[in-house]
């Protein structure tokens, strides 16, 4: 029985890591196959443009989303396993991060000209475009976080798909209909991202009114929004910081190569909306398995074991993928980016092959993140990315001064972030294991 119940076990986390890998896979391979047209259309520079607004963007759903998901299925997960069903932990989590959301939303019209100022281009309007998608993405997150924490991976993998689907084809209709004006083609296609949030919302609405038959969607939360707070705030702490560090990269790579560079943006642009979006491929692939992991790693006794096998399974999808990334990078920077001039190919080229050990240790840190939340060391998980990306601040400040470095410093500094990230994370689920061993057998 135990032996079946095993396998079980491994058959249910790899189903659902499979599920959300390949729904993410998809998603990015939409959004990456979309960036062919529009690039085409937006050129070097209004990739850039889009790039510099996107951090932001990144940062406020960090306050109002980010670890929403992971968070409110470690919470659920526990709720199932008591007997519960999660719906209380939903409707709680609901009503709360709504809220939340719309907060983001407010911040981001209210700062749109602070920050436009900051970055050094006239982004308000790209903002605006912007701002609903704040709040839908958080109760989105909320949605996702519920099935996920029931080990339902397919709404989320769907959505995303969905989401990119719909972001894809009306990025690429409004950005040819406002082709004449490079600004207006950007505040479109950041338009279409608010729009394709909005289907992925009514699509999850519809399933979670299907799951509860006649019932109504609201009624009075069971849990205090104090105690869902308390397991939440540390998981989004913990994802909080990638995308804190990416709007200050956008702006500190930015200004740092201007000094020398009439191309900063469009340089910036190769760098994130090219050789990043091309590498974070297989790293969507793995993220399977950090979702798949969190809700079957609180309560277990071989949690220690679950996160190896997890981080196992992680560098057999990522290695491979990295050194098809390194020895393939000018085809498949040709592949997606047709229409650029042989000068940026080769830069492209090269960043690629820069970052394409980040396909594994990017990948990886990942993982062991998730195992590190779905152990209730989200504060540790959060302490070793701060320490990460405190490291890639530095070497960005550093290297892309030099203009013999120039935008490769980023990527450089990438490799330095996650590489500090994948080892302090290794260490620190191979530290908890070890440390609650000796408690049991003291």
Same mark, same amino acid.
């Given at each position: 029985?135990?032996?079946?119940?095993?396998?079980?076990?491994r058959?249910?986390?790899?189903?659902?890591a499979?599920?959300?890998?390949?729904?993410?896979?998809?998603?990015?391979l939409?959004?990456?196959?979309?960036?062919?047209?529009?690039?085409?259309?937006?050129?070097?520079?209004?990739?850039?443009?889009?790039?510099?607004?996107?951090?932001?963007?990144?940062?406020?759903?960090?306050v109002?989303?980010?670890?929403l998901?992971s968070?409110?299925?470690?919470?659920?997960?526990?709720?199932?396993?008591?007997?519960?069903?999660g719906?209380?932990?939903?409707?709680?989590?609901?009503?709360?991060?709504f809220?939340?959301?719309?907060?983001?939303?407010?911040?981001?019209?209210s700062?749109?000209?602070?920050?436009?100022?900051?970055?050094?281009?006239?982004?308000?309007?790209?903002?605006?475009?912007?701002?609903?998608?704040?709040?839908?993405?958080?109760?989105?997150?909320?949605?996702?976080?519920?099935?996920?924490?029931?080990?339902?991976?397919?709404?989320?993998?769907?959505?995303?798909?969905?989401?990119?689907?719909?972001?894809?084809?009306?990025?690429?209709?409004?950005?040819?209909?406002?082709?004449?004006?490079?600004?207006? /083609? $950007? #505040?479109? =296609?950041?338009?279409? %991202? *608010?729009?394709?949030? !909005?289907?992925a @919302?009514?699509?999850?609405? &519809? +399933?979670?009114?299907?799951?509860?038959?006649?019932?109504?969607?609201?009624?009075?939360?069971?849990?205090t929004?104090?105690?869902?707070?308390?397991?939440t705030?540390?998981?989004?702490?913990?994802?909080?910081?990638?995308?804190?560090?990416?709007?200050?990269?956008?702006?500190?790579?930015?200004?740092?190569?201007?000094?020398?560079?009439?191309e900063?943006v469009?340089?910036?642009?190769?760098?994130?909306?090219? /050789? $990043? #979006?091309? =590498?974070?491929?297989? %790293? *969507?692939?793995?993220? !399977?398995?950090? @979702?798949?992991?969190?809700? &079957? +790693?609180?309560?277990?006794?071989?949690?220690?074991?679950?996160?190896?096998?997890?981080?196992?399974?992680t560098?057999?999808?990522s290695?491979?993928?990295?050194?098809?990334?390194?020895?393939?990078?000018?085809?498949l920077?040709?592949?997606?980016?047709?229409?650029?001039?042989?000068?940026?190919?080769?830069?492209?080229?090269?960043?690629?092959?820069?970052?394409?050990?980040?396909?594994?240790?990017?990948?990886? /840190?990942? #993982?062991?993140?998730a195992?590190?939340?779905?152990?209730?060391r989200?504060?540790?998980?959060?302490?070793?990315?701060?320490a990460?990306?405190?490291?890639?601040?530095?070497?960005?400040?550093?290297?892309?001064?030099?203009?013999?470095?120039?935008?490769?410093g980023?990527?450089?500094?990438?490799?330095?972030?996650?590489?500090?990230?994948?080892?302090l994370?290794?260490?620190?689920n191979?530290?908890?294991?070890?440390k609650?061993?000796?408690?049991?057998?003291?």
């Amino acid at each position: 029985m135990g032996g079946t119940a095993l396998r079980r076990e491994r058959n249910g986390f790899l189903q659902g890591a499979f599920i959300i890998s390949l729904g993410n896979f998809f998603s990015k391979l939409i959004g990456a196959a979309a960036r062919i047209p529009l690039t085409g259309i937006l050129g070097a520079e209004g990739v850039g443009l889009y790039q510099l607004a996107y951090p932001f963007y990144c940062l406020l759903l960090t306050v109002s989303s980010a670890g929403l998901p992971s968070g409110i299925s470690r919470i659920v997960a526990r709720d199932v396993r008591r007997g519960g069903d999660g719906k209380g932990v939903f409707r709680a989590a609901f009503s709360l991060f709504f809220l939340v959301g719309m907060l983001g939303s407010f911040l981001m019209f209210s700062l749109r000209g602070v920050i436009s100022r900051l970055q050094g281009e006239d982004l308000r309007m790209c903002y605006v475009a912007l701002c609903p998608a704040v709040m839908l993405v958080s109760v989105l997150s909320v949605f996702r976080g519920y099935f996920q924490g029931r080990c339902d991976m397919m709404p989320t993998a769907f959505s995303e798909i969905a989401e990119q689907v719909v972001k894809g084809l009306f990025s690429i209709l409004l950005a040819w209909f406002f082709r004449d004006n490079v600004l207006h /083609a $950007v #505040t479109a =296609v950041l338009a279409a %991202v *608010s729009l394709s949030e !909005g289907v992925a @919302v009514l699509y999850m609405c &519809r +399933l979670y009114r299907a799951e509860r038959g006649t019932k109504p969607l609201f009624s009075r939360p069971a849990p205090t929004y104090r105690a869902l707070l308390s397991l939440t705030v540390p998981v989004a702490l913990a994802a909080a910081i990638l995308p804190l560090s990416q709007f200050v990269d956008s702006w500190l790579g930015v200004r740092l190569m201007r000094a020398y560079s009439d191309e900063a943006v469009a340089l910036y642009g190769l760098y994130a909306g090219g /050789a $990043v #979006t091309l =590498v974070g491929l297989p %790293v *969507s692939i793995c993220y !399977g398995f950090a @979702v798949s992991v969190i809700p &079957r +790693l609180g309560g277990k006794s071989d949690a220690r074991g679950k996160a190896l096998k997890a981080l196992g399974f992680t560098l057999l999808v990522s290695l491979p993928c990295a050194l098809i990334l390194f020895f393939f990078a000018r085809p498949l920077g040709g592949l997606f980016f047709r229409r650029l001039s042989a000068e940026r190919a080769d830069i492209l080229e090269k960043l690629i092959k820069i970052l394409a050990p980040t396909a594994v240790t990017h990948a990886c /840190a990942q #993982t062991l993140s998730a195992c590190l939340i779905g152990r209730g060391r989200a504060g540790r998980a959060a302490g070793n990315m701060a320490a990460a990306v405190l490291l890639k601040t530095a070497l960005i400040f550093f290297l892309v001064r030099l203009q013999n470095i120039s935008v490769a410093g980023m990527a450089f500094a990438a490799n330095g972030c996650y590489l500090a990230a994948f080892v302090l994370n290794l260490i620190g689920n191979l530290c908890l294991g070890r440390k609650k061993g000796k408690g049991k057998t003291g």
